[in-house]
């Protein structure tokens, strides 16, 4: 049996310069592109997945062959594949909704790029209305604060900020904190996937796309 771990997260607007803002659409462009590549060389063998490692050395490869790549902190190239891998493991668990992982459109997913390390964010209060925390690449940005976040305030809730994520809306560039959440973890079977030799590198199923294109 496989632990899933619960989350609660709190959301909070950002307030970024224009370079912040475009800093943080080239890294969402990026996991987005990461993520594609990715189910490219997961699912390139009809009925033959590659390992986890498989793809750990693929990405690495990539972030030295390939120089856009290199746009996106290597924590959340690392997040892109623990998110891949878990919408695989939610398409096979029979109890869970979700369809099978596909391609992401530009136009129809939303921009999104985790922070996994909680020790990087160094959130603090600035004042009664904001509060301050450092994203990778984009340097110290300002949030609104609208509620206390465990472990950040003297007197605010338990618990502890476990990492973030930052999404993009309609009214821009939002975080979410996650914290663990005190309610009971569900339990789900696991399910084993032979190793297979790897395939060819992400690099070149990029200059493979590009030709087609």
Known sequence: ????????????????????????????????????LLHEYFTFRQGRFATVKDCDEAIRAARREIDWM???????????????RQAWANFFNPGHPAGRPTFKARFRSRPAV?????????IKRVNRRWGAVSLPKAGRVRFRWTKDLPGVTRGGPAGRITGARLVKAADGWHIVFRTPDPGEDRRRPGRHRRPVRPGPSLSRLTSTSRKKA
């Open 70 to 84: 290199g746009q996106l902190p290597a924590q959340a190239a690392q997040a892109v594949l623990k998110t891949y």
């Open 1 to 36: 049996m496989e632990l899933v771990k619960q989350t609660r997260a709190h959301v909070a607007r950002l307030d970024l310069s224009a370079a912040q803002v475009a800093v943080l659409d080239g890294q969402a462009h990026t996991a987005r592109a990461l993520w594609n």
């Open 114 to 122: 985790d922070v996994p390390q909680a020790r990087d964010l160094q």
